[in-house]
């Protein structure tokens, strides 16, 4: 299962992190590396462990890293909430991001339940 390139759950985790990278960009300069890389990594942490999994021997090292990534998915979705309320990003963004990103925790726990 090393495709992972062809994994729905993989290219919209990518097109999240575009979007994810583009909203942090905006964020006050003393946050660059606070809040901004944290949201940075978790972003990048959910394709990026999908990729890993998918690459591995088996099923249960797949299934493993497919929940890292859906913890770097909560921990994303945990800091945007905290951006919103500091006021870095307007509740639209917020609104708009949300239903793509629990669409992507969908997708992993199927994904996970498939591998069962």
Not at 10 to 17: D, K, M, V
Not at 26 to 55: C, H, K, M, W
Not at 71 to 95: R, T, V
Request: charged residues 20%.
């Amino acid at each position: 299962m090393n495709q992972f390139k062809e994994l729905k759950v993989w290219q919209e985790s990518i097109a999240i992190a575009v979007e994810v990278y583009k909203l942090t960009k905006v964020f006050p300069t003393d946050e660059r590396y606070g809040l901004v890389s944290q949201i940075n990594r978790s972003v990048v942490s959910i394709s990026s462990n999908i990729a890993e999994g998918a690459g591995r021997n088996n099923k249960k090292e797949f299934r493993q890293f497919l929940g890292i990534a859906l913890g770097s998915s909560c921990e994303l979705e945990s800091q945007l909430i905290i951006s919103e309320k500091l006021g870095y990003i307007d509740e639209g963004a917020l609104n708009q991001l949300n239903p793509n990103l629990n669409h992507i925790q969908n997708m992993i726990n199927k994904l996970i339940n498939t591998l069962n």
